[in-house]
């Protein structure tokens, strides 16, 4: 299905799901507000992406309450942190739908946050809109659940489309020895096959927490790559690119969106030089203020990080369709 359509049937069963709660008085919805409710790793070793999921919402959610709301409704966020745990999350989650309760979820930091999430979203039919995450676990159709941002899977070829336009063959993966580490394997190996090519490396990361990257290194090095593809946290991208440097390694090294931009320069300094990382939004410099969703919004879309961006982005079309009239027709 092309991409618009798939847009149109999202905003068209936004609309209904909206149009519904306004009339039954759904849970979460009152007089004057529309609660959202949220589960991010405001603390932990993934805390700065929680939070700028968080505020790029809390950034769009004061720019729509200071011009009245929607129908005279303010919206508001509660968030609680889950410090990437995923007990947490699920604790969280239950919490928010059945005893809060709110209206929709929003903006789980990972699809391994966002996972737990999906038996209570489908049992109270709860809207969970913006997961922050392209992995395809989480883009298999629910009809409860919208994603916004493009998949992991996007991502990663366009990145192997990119390197091998200039005749680059040998690709190594780094990823996690999970579900959603092997669909990003997938992935790879789907865009290196349409090209009749294969990985020559690989490092799979079994434990997340604590990733063994002298090893992971090795086992990349075997394969002699050009090209560095890597699908792993901020932390582990970080370590393994300034192990590469102190090796004398030299491949070029690109991620895609998961570790988040700003993170993962903040934690590489000077090391970052020359390193990639696929993003799903315009820079936060926009220069284009033209296009129909950025002009409208580019104050909250000038904040410096890319995740900001996405966060806003994810947020702005949930409120766009809940404020159009109720006889709108798509």
């Given at each position: 299905m092309p991409r618009s359509i798939r847009s149109i049937s999202l905003i068209a069963g936004v609309v209904a799901l909206c149009a519904g709660a306004a009339q039954a008085q759904a849970p979460g919805v009152s007089a004057r507000t529309i609660v959202i409710g949220q589960s991010a790793p405001l603390s932990g070793p993934n805390a700065?992406?929680?939070?700028d999921i968080r505020n790029g919402a809390l950034a769009y959610f004061k720019k729509v309450n200071d011009a009245g709301g929607i129908h005279g409704r303010k919206i508001e966020l509660v968030t609680h942190d889950d410090a990437n745990q995923v007990p947490r999350a699920e604790a969280n989650t239950k919490r928010l739908v059945e005893e809060q309760p709110v209206f929709a979820l929003y903006g789980y930091a990972s699809a391994t946050l966002s996972r737990p999430a999906l038996p209570f979203?489908?049992?109270?039919r709860v809207p969970f809109i913006g997961p922050f995450t392209g992995a395809d676990p989480m883009r298999v159709f629910n009809k409860q659940v919208y994603n916004i941002r493009a998949s992991y899977a996007d991502e990663l070829e366009k990145i192997v489309e990119h390197y091998s336009t200039f005749g680059i063959k040998r690709f190594a993966v780094v990823y996690y020895d999970d579900t959603v580490g092997k669909e990003n394997v997938t992935a790879v190996e789907r865009a290196l096959k349409k090209r009749n090519l294969s990985a020559v490396s690989y490092a799979a990361f079994k434990d997340?927490?604590?990733?063994?990257?002298?090893s992971g290194l090795k086992e990349v090095r075997k394969g002699d790559p050009e090209v560095v593809i890597f699908t792993t946290l901020y932390k582990a991208t970080a370590d393994f690119i300034k192990a590469s440097a102190r090796s004398g390694f030299g491949a070029q090294m690109v991620s895609n969106s998961f570790p988040g931009a700003s993170p993962l320069a903040k934690e590489l300094g000077t090391d970052g030089a020359g390193v990639s990382i696929a993003q799903v939004v315009p820079p936060p410099?926009?220069?284009r203020?033209?296009?129909?969703l950025v002009a409208p919004r580019s104050a909250v879309l000038m904040l410096v990080a890319f995740?900001?961006?996405?966060?806003?982005?994810?947020?702005a079309f949930c409120v766009m369709v809940y404020d159009r009239p109720r006889s709108t027709n798509i």
């Amino acid at each position: 299905m092309p991409r618009s359509i798939r847009s149109i049937s999202l905003i068209a069963g936004v609309v209904a799901l909206c149009a519904g709660a306004a009339q039954a008085q759904a849970p979460g919805v009152s007089a004057r507000t529309i609660v959202i409710g949220q589960s991010a790793p405001l603390s932990g070793p993934n805390a700065e992406l929680g939070n700028d999921i968080r505020n790029g919402a809390l950034a769009y959610f004061k720019k729509v309450n200071d011009a009245g709301g929607i129908h005279g409704r303010k919206i508001e966020l509660v968030t609680h942190d889950d410090a990437n745990q995923v007990p947490r999350a699920e604790a969280n989650t239950k919490r928010l739908v059945e005893e809060q309760p709110v209206f929709a979820l929003y903006g789980y930091a990972s699809a391994t946050l966002s996972r737990p999430a999906l038996p209570f979203v489908e049992k109270h039919r709860v809207p969970f809109i913006g997961p922050f995450t392209g992995a395809d676990p989480m883009r298999v159709f629910n009809k409860q659940v919208y994603n916004i941002r493009a998949s992991y899977a996007d991502e990663l070829e366009k990145i192997v489309e990119h390197y091998s336009t200039f005749g680059i063959k040998r690709f190594a993966v780094v990823y996690y020895d999970d579900t959603v580490g092997k669909e990003n394997v997938t992935a790879v190996e789907r865009a290196l096959k349409k090209r009749n090519l294969s990985a020559v490396s690989y490092a799979a990361f079994k434990d997340r927490a604590k990733p063994d990257i002298e090893s992971g290194l090795k086992e990349v090095r075997k394969g002699d790559p050009e090209v560095v593809i890597f699908t792993t946290l901020y932390k582990a991208t970080a370590d393994f690119i300034k192990a590469s440097a102190r090796s004398g390694f030299g491949a070029q090294m690109v991620s895609n969106s998961f570790p988040g931009a700003s993170p993962l320069a903040k934690e590489l300094g000077t090391d970052g030089a020359g390193v990639s990382i696929a993003q799903v939004v315009p820079p936060p410099i926009i220069e284009r203020r033209s296009e129909p969703l950025v002009a409208p919004r580019s104050a909250v879309l000038m904040l410096v990080a890319f995740v900001l961006i996405i966060g806003t982005v994810a947020i702005a079309f949930c409120v766009m369709v809940y404020d159009r009239p109720r006889s709108t027709n798509i």
